[in-house]
């Protein structure tokens, strides 16, 4: 379902909020594009899927004051976005799914290609 336009406008502002101190772009510009990118995007009435691989895996453990890892994951899935992580990889880190983020496999990732119009990496 897409978002309505208040909601758009909401998410716009608390974005603009969270990012209005930001100083540097070279360290912080990943989390800035996908945080953006999943805003417009899915404000949009497109549907946007996320395989996360290696390192992405781990994404959780980077919450920190200012940076709501999880909350950020919690909003995307709320508005219709989907998550999905590596099943190797992450038993490789000896970790396990969550239910934002459940274990999957190499041809869930297969059927996220095939199906997409666009696909784009990070």
Not at 42 to 64: P, T
Not at 103 to 115: N, P, W
Request: glycine content about 10%; proline content about 2%.
């Amino acid at each position: 379902m897409p978002l309505s336009r208040n909601e758009i406008r909401h998410r716009a502002i608390q974005f603009a909020h969270n990012w209005a101190r930001t100083r540097s772009e070279a360290t912080e510009k990943q989390t800035f594009w996908n945080e953006f990118f999943g805003v417009f995007a899915l404000g949009q009435g497109d549907s946007v899927k996320v395989f996360l691989l290696a390192k992405g895996v781990d994404c959780e453990k980077l919450n920190a004051k200012g940076f709501d890892i999880t909350g950020q994951k919690r909003s995307f899935v709320d508005a219709g976005g989907k998550i999905m992580a590596c099943g190797i990889c992450l038993n490789l880190r000896r970790s396990g799914g969550r239910d934002l983020c459940p274990v999957s496999t190499l041809k869930d990732m297969y059927d996220i290609v095939k199906e997409s119009d666009k696909v784009l990496t990070f």
